[in-house]
């Protein structure tokens, strides 16, 4: 993009600064995008810091202008370029964003991969090479960035800009997003709903992955055995026949690798296909006096909290005791923290959409132990928020907490199935290569097609099921790695 070098008198507001800028002094800095106010460019006159470097671009200036605050807004808005990098893994967080046009990355590496000591080019080579694309952001005014000062850590994940970005800066770090939450519970709501939004998004994708699982493993699992019953036919033949071919044909099979791989593939599959997001940890100081003036339920054992079905309009608070969200008989996740809350994503959506409609719940969430537990109906969130926004405070950062676990959980399901997928998909001694061999073999012997004829045929239907999955393999892993399309080839 162009810049151009400006004296102080021909400084508008609305331009944006192409380098940083520093005085002397060190008591005034403006960092590289930042959008130059009236109040900005008194303050480089009074340092008398000239001249200045700014971005001299039709597209920046349309930018600025269609998201125009007005130039006595008191949040700083800052042009990020497409390609560019608005915060890295493990950068102290200290502001939250607010996206006024454009479309953002967020780019998650697992933590072992990242030593807190490096240097900010060691840690974007690492970023770049091992980042993992986990999520976008793209409608105007989401908020993002407050995992970090929410839980009191560094940034969690990298933010990259994927076209030309123009954000809102709110000053932020732990304790400032803290009061600013309580102090304006209506924004503190919308954090927890953008939350909440987020969790979605990770939840339908590890569901989506699931899924991919589900489809291979009927393949895994039966392949083996019509592979073995090919190869007692042939042996059985051969010793009928003595035929060389035949016997030729049963060598080749009996020398496959296949035997050895297949079970841990049926292994890796059960693990994958078994994945849920668990329950984040609660906070070691949990403040009761948040839910003063709640009801307080005391149930038994068993007790069925709510039923698969019912509108997703009630948050759970658990007190004391043990809970379960559960698919048919199996518990997916256990709760047995104070504090920890159940039910708050759908809650929170239902809340956040447009006419305020609850979706009906999937699951189901049952008592272990004897609960007692605080129920919040979301339907009235806003007065909640209003009368209680340490509660919203609350959820927030339980939100928060598990969102940081999925994240990696998330990461770790990506890997894993990148590895299951291409072992069986890819290379001669790939599941479809064995496949594809064994069809070879059968074909080129008449008197095998004729007694292997049913055998022959489960095996094509599995090749075209493992052929058909090419576009949701790609789908899903390309949309996770960043700067190129996947090309399992």
Same mark, same amino acid.
């Given at each position: 993009?162009?810049?151009?070098?400006l004296?102080?008198?021909?400084?508008?507001?609305?331009?944006?600064l192409?380098?940083?800028?520093?005085?002397?002094n060190?008591?005034?800095?403006?960092?590289?995008?930042?959008?130059?106010t009236?109040?900005?460019?008194?303050?480089?006159?009074?340092?008398?810091?000239?001249?200045?470097?700014?971005?001299?671009?039709?597209?920046?200036?349309?930018?600025?202008?269609?998201?125009?605050?007005?130039?006595?807004?008191?949040?700083?808005?800052k042009?990020?370029?497409?390609?560019?990098?608005?915060?890295?893994?493990?950068?102290?967080?200290?502001?939250?964003?607010?996206?006024?046009?454009?479309?953002?990355?967020?780019?998650?590496?697992?933590?072992?991969?990242?030593?807190?000591?490096?240097?900010?080019?060691?840690?974007?080579?690492?970023?770049?090479?091992?980042?993992?694309?986990? @999520?976008s952001?793209?409608?105007?005014? #989401?908020? %993002?960035?407050?995992? *970090?000062?929410? $839980?009191?850590?560094?940034?969690?994940? &990298?933010?990259?800009a994927?076209?030309?970005?123009?954000?809102?800066?709110?000053?932020?770090?732990?304790?400032?997003?803290?009061?600013?939450?309580?102090?304006?519970p209506?924004?503190?709501?919308?954090?927890?709903i953008?939350?909440?939004?987020?969790?979605?998004?990770?939840?339908?994708?590890i569901?989506k992955?699931?899924?991919?699982?589900?489809?291979?493993?009927?393949?895994?699992?039966?392949?083996?055995?019509?592979?073995?019953?090919?190869?007692?036919?042939?042996?059985?033949?051969v010793?009928?026949?003595?035929?060389?071919?035949?016997?030729?044909?049963?060598?080749?099979?009996?020398? @496959?690798?296949?035997?050895?791989?297949? #079970?841990? %593939?049926?292994?890796? *599959?059960?693990? $994958?296909?078994?994945?849920?997001?668990? &329950?984040?940890p609660?906070?070691?100081?949990?403040?009761?006096?948040?839910?003063?003036?709640?009801?307080?339920?005391?149930?038994?054992?068993?007790?069925?909290?709510?039923e698969?079905?019912?509108?997703?309009?009630?948050?759970?608070?658990?007190?004391?005791?043990?809970?379960?969200?559960?698919?048919?008989?199996k518990?997916?996740?256990?709760?047995r923290?104070?504090?920890?809350t159940?039910?708050?994503?759908?809650?929170?959506l239902?809340?956040?959409?447009?006419n305020?409609?609850?979706?009906?719940?999937?699951?189901k969430?049952?008592?272990?132990?004897?609960?007692?537990?605080?129920?919040?109906?979301?339907?009235?969130?806003?007065? #909640?928020?209003?009368?209680?926004?340490?509660?919203? $405070?609350?959820?927030?950062?339980?939100?928060?907490?598990r969102?940081?676990?999925?994240?990696?959980?998330?990461?770790?399901?990506?890997?894993?199935?990148?590895?299951f997928v291409?072992?069986?998909?890819?290379?001669?001694?790939?599941?479809?290569?064995?496949?594809?061999?064994?069809?070879?073999?059968?074909?080129?012997?008449?008197?095998?097609?004729e007694?292997?004829?049913?055998?022959?045929?489960?095996?094509?239907?599995?090749?075209?099921?493992?052929?058909t999955?090419?576009?949701?393999?790609?789908?899903?892993l390309?949309s996770?790695?960043?700067?190129?399309?996947?090309?399992?080839?």
């Amino acid at each position: 993009m162009k810049k151009k070098n400006l004296h102080n008198e021909a400084l508008k507001p609305g331009m944006v600064l192409g380098s940083p800028v520093y005085a002397d002094n060190g008591n005034f800095e403006l960092s590289l995008g930042t959008v130059l106010t009236s109040e900005f460019i008194v303050r480089l006159q009074g340092f008398g810091i000239s001249p200045i470097r700014v971005f001299d671009d039709p597209e920046v200036t349309a930018i600025i202008k269609d998201a125009d605050l007005g130039d006595d807004s008191k949040l700083v808005r800052k042009f990020i370029p497409s390609g560019k990098y608005l915060y890295l893994h493990g950068d102290i967080g200290e502001k939250v964003y607010l996206l006024l046009s454009g479309e953002l990355d967020m780019i998650y590496v697992h933590p072992d991969k990242l030593p807190t000591k490096l240097y900010t080019w060691e840690k974007l080579r690492i970023i770049m090479a091992k980042g993992r694309r986990i @999520s976008s952001i793209i409608k105007p005014n #989401s908020v %993002f960035g407050e995992l *970090g000062p929410l $839980l009191s850590k560094p940034r969690l994940v &990298s933010v990259k800009a994927t076209e030309n970005c123009l954000v809102a800066l709110i000053p932020a770090d732990t304790t400032e997003l803290h009061q600013t939450m309580l102090l304006y519970p209506g924004f503190g709501l919308s954090v927890a709903i953008g939350l909440a939004r987020q969790m979605q998004d990770r939840i339908r994708k590890i569901s989506k992955y699931n899924t991919l699982i589900q489809r291979l493993e009927p393949v895994v699992k039966e392949f083996p055995l019509i592979y073995l019953t090919i190869a007692e036919k042939l042996k059985n033949r051969v010793i009928q026949t003595k035929s060389e071919n035949l016997e030729l044909l049963h060598e080749q099979m009996k020398h @496959s690798s296949l035997y050895s791989r297949t #079970s841990r %593939f049926q292994k890796e *599959g059960t693990v $994958l296909r078994d994945f849920f997001p668990h &329950s984040a940890p609660s906070f070691k100081r949990f403040n009761h006096e948040i839910f003063k003036g709640f009801e307080i339920k005391d149930v038994p054992e068993g007790s069925v909290i709510c039923e698969p079905g019912s509108p997703a309009n009630k948050i759970y608070v658990l007190r004391s005791g043990a809970v379960g969200i559960y698919q048919d008989r199996k518990a997916l996740i256990k709760y047995r923290r104070k504090g920890d809350t159940l039910g708050t994503v759908s809650a929170l959506l239902g809340y956040g959409s447009k006419n305020k409609t609850f979706e009906k719940r999937k699951l189901k969430i049952k008592t272990i132990t004897r609960c007692r537990y605080i129920e919040i109906d979301a339907r009235y969130m806003k007065d #909640s928020a209003s009368e209680n926004p340490d509660l919203i $405070l609350h959820i927030s950062r339980g939100l928060a907490d598990r969102l940081a676990n999925t994240n990696s959980e998330l990461l770790e399901s990506l890997t894993n199935i990148e590895k299951f997928v291409g072992r069986l998909r890819y290379g001669d001694s790939s599941m479809l290569g064995e496949i594809g061999t064994t069809l070879d073999l059968c074909h080129g012997d008449p008197l095998t097609q004729e007694f292997c004829k049913d055998e022959i045929e489960t095996l094509e239907r599995m090749r075209e099921t493992l052929e058909t999955i090419e576009v949701n393999i790609e789908e899903i892993l390309s949309s996770t790695h960043m700067g190129a399309t996947y090309y399992p080839h």
